[in-house]
């Protein structure tokens, strides 16, 4: 099996593929050409909008084509392991264009299937592919012949939809466009690493080939004896491969993945991300911004780069990686850190994660702390949390309460890390939908069906709990009565038309509003009758009153379902010490979880003089 150590790596300019004529077989392992119009199209567009926009920073120096896997077979001329259909279009468009009147360079194909017949039938039909592809192929009795007049005729299409892309789509393709050079060690098992390419064994993704790219021996020969200088590069080897290993596995635990990643990309290898962030800090340039395989062409450039040795250029490469990597350690396992960073990671508008590392060096602990919380005041820019409402502040009220989730956690007896992997992403990595609740219920939509149902039988169950505490004769009567409306509509659900369903709120309003401390309407949207649930949990509970909602949170709770501290400290009315019915959520209430939040996140708000 091929082994990284033994991999050459580098980036190539179709015209160098050109002016060295290199020769390509395609060996008869491999199926036939098959890329369709949608494939080649696709090529083109990408080529040529690099070609057209290459003067904007954003697009990078040159256009990257996936790796081609490739081993020498004798001089000048490569079995292509893996790559051949991107090779196979890439040689049709330089023939289609090419002019029969001038003689140019050009790299060739050749079909192992077809020297083994003693025949040169695919490789003289690309050389004229511009005459041969209006020829029916299929009476040719070869499918690839068909599919190589399939990318010709896209290409003539292509072209005739503006002409002046004859001219320029040469140019763009020798000038513009680079292939991943991936050659293997001669005697390799080639139809092994075939298969294992196509199996997903061996990923050619960019943290695979940076990884190939820094093991590979020849940046770690240092003219001593033979054997010793073996020893000494393996050893080499062995120490970046277990350290790799290690921040692979960490970076798998969600826990730590998502405090410092708040995308929703899915990675094969996470590693990734880390030589991502460091070739956005080389370059410049914001993460979304970065192509397929920029991240793997810049190590390759900073590499080759003649001003210092290939080993000290990787050992400077690693030594970035683990200092990216303990920083992510040390922000781990404090956990106000974590909190803090993860909270700034998803939802401060104003600092990169490149940016945070930055600061954490030039900063003493001390003043990267008071740093992280002014990051945190300018992600709400408030003086006053009073004023903050759900129809006005959505946004900043679902930040503040992330927030005050975030500080209960860090001041509790045992300081607690905030999951944000629970709170924030589903088991696939899709952003979990959160929503904001209102505590003491607001107007309820109409429910239906089995919605309907369950609401009927939540809410008689409420009235049958609370009924024992009422003292008072006419409330009791009320509650009777009520109790009863039930029993007749859990009996006939279809007897509870939109009205009806309005009026048994009111009522069940008008009991809870008889009891509590009542809230006045400005207060009805305002943060302090506001809290946190997934949106999924949030239209379960929010057509029902204060101690339905209460019921439901403490089971979804005690069933595993994630609920914030605070959500569950709300229902559980840890705010009110006061509290003596846990039946509804009333003025004071509202108050004292003001109070509470007042208290946590004073030291966040500006001064008056900032605001």
Same mark, same amino acid.
């Given at each position: ?13 179709? %015209? ?36 057209? @926009? ?44 090419? !002019? ?101 064994? =061996?990923?050619?993704? !960019? ?25 000494? =590069?393996?050893?080499?080897?062995? *120490? ?20 410092? &990643? ?7 290898? *996470? ?38 040795? %290939? ?12 200092? &990216? ?61 009073? %004023?903050?409402? &759900? ?6 009220? !679902? *930040?503040?309460?992330?927030?005050? @989730?975030?500080?209960?956690?860090? !001041? ?49 169950? %409420? ?68 809290? /946190? ?19 439901? =949170? ?8 994630? =609920? ?11 705010? @009110? ?27 966040? /708000? ?6």
């Amino acid at each position: 099996m091929q082994t990284l150590e033994s991999v050459n790596l580098e980036n190539l300019k179709i %015209s160098e593929l050109c002016q060295n004529e290199c020769v390509f077989s395609i060996p008869t392992y491999q199926r036939g050409y098959r890329w369709d119009e949608k494939n080649v199209y696709e090529l083109l567009e990408d080529i040529w909008e690099y070609h057209v @926009n290459k003067r904007d920073e954003n697009y990078g120096e040159y256009y990257c084509l996936q790796p081609i896997v490739v081993m020498q077979s004798n001089d000048n001329c490569w079995e292509v392991v893996d790559g051949q259909q991107r090779l196979t279009t890439i040689f049709i468009i330089l023939k289609y264009l090419e !002019n029969p009147r001038i003689k140019t360079k050009l790299f060739s194909i050749l079909f192992e299937r077809d020297t083994m017949a003693g025949n040169k039938m695919r490789e003289e039909y690309l050389l004229h592919i511009a005459d041969n592809m209006n020829l029916d192929a299929i009476k040719l009795d070869q499918l690839d012949f068909h599919y190589f007049n399939s990318t010709a005729k896209t290409v003539h299409e292509w072209i005739a939809e503006s002409p002046e892309k004859f001219s320029g789509l040469q140019d763009a393709i020798l000038s513009d466009v680079q292939i991943i050079w991936y050659e293997l060690e001669k005697g390799t098992r080639a139809k092994e690493v075939f298969r294992h390419i196509n199996d997903g064994k =061996i990923d050619l993704t !960019n943290s695979e080939l940076i990884k190939a790219l820094l093991l590979n021996s020849k940046h770690f020969k240092s003219g001593a004896d033979k054997h010793i200088e073996n020893e000494l =590069i393996r050893m080499e080897q062995e *120490r970046i491969a277990l350290l790799w290993d290690e921040i692979e596995i960490k970076l798998h635990d969600d826990n730590f993945w998502h405090f410092i &990643y708040q995308g929703e990309r899915e990675y094969q290898t *996470r590693i990734e991300y880390i030589f991502e962030l460091i070739y956005a800090e080389g370059e410049g340039v914001a993460l979304n911004k970065i192509g397929r395989y920029d991240t793997f062409s810049y190590f390759e450039r900073i590499i080759k780069d003649t001003s210092q040795s %290939s080993k000290t250029s990787v050992t400077q490469i690693w030594d970035k990686v683990k200092q &990216y990597y303990r920083t992510f350690e040390d922000w781990f396992y404090d956990v106000e850190l974590y909190n803090k960073i993860g909270y700034i990671v998803h939802f401060s508008d104003s600092s990169s994660v490149n940016t945070l590392v930055q600061k954490s060096f030039e900063l003493e602990k001390a003043l990267f702390r008071e740093y992280l919380n002014q990051l945190i005041t300018k992600s709400i820019n408030l003086s006053s949390l009073e %004023s903050l409402s &759900y129809e006005k502040n959505a946004r900043i009220v !679902n *930040r503040v309460l992330i927030l005050f @989730n975030l500080e209960t956690l860090i !001041n509790a007896t045992e300081p607690t890390r905030f999951p944000f992997s629970k709170v924030l992403y589903t088991h696939g990595g899709k952003k979990v939908q959160w929503s904001l609740e209102h505590i003491h219920a607001q107007k309820s939509k109409v429910l239906k069906g089995e919605a309907l149902q369950i609401w009927l039988v939540s809410h008689k169950a %409420s009235l049958e709990r609370r009924f024992p505490f009422e003292l008072d004769s006419q409330k009791q009567e009320e509650y009777r009565s009520l109790i009863e409306k039930f029993n007749i509509y859990l009996a006939t659900p279809t007897l509870v038309t939109d009205d009806v369903f309005e009026e048994l709120v009111t009522d069940l309003q008008y009991i809870a509003d008889n009891v509590a401390d009542n809230m006045d309407e400005n207060d009805m949207h305002s943060i302090k009758n506001l809290t /946190l649930l997934q949106m999924g949990q949030n239209s379960a509970v929010n057509n029902s009153v204060f101690d339905v909602k209460r019921s439901m =949170i403490i089971d979804m709770s005690q069933s595993g379902d994630y =609920i914030p501290p605070c959500t569950l400290h709300v229902f559980l009315k840890f705010y @009110n010490k006061n509290a003596t019915r846990f039946d509804f959520w009333g003025k004071e209430d509202g108050d004292a979880y003001m109070t509470a939040m007042n208290d946590l996140l004073s030291k966040y /708000l500006l001064k008056v003089e900032e605001a």
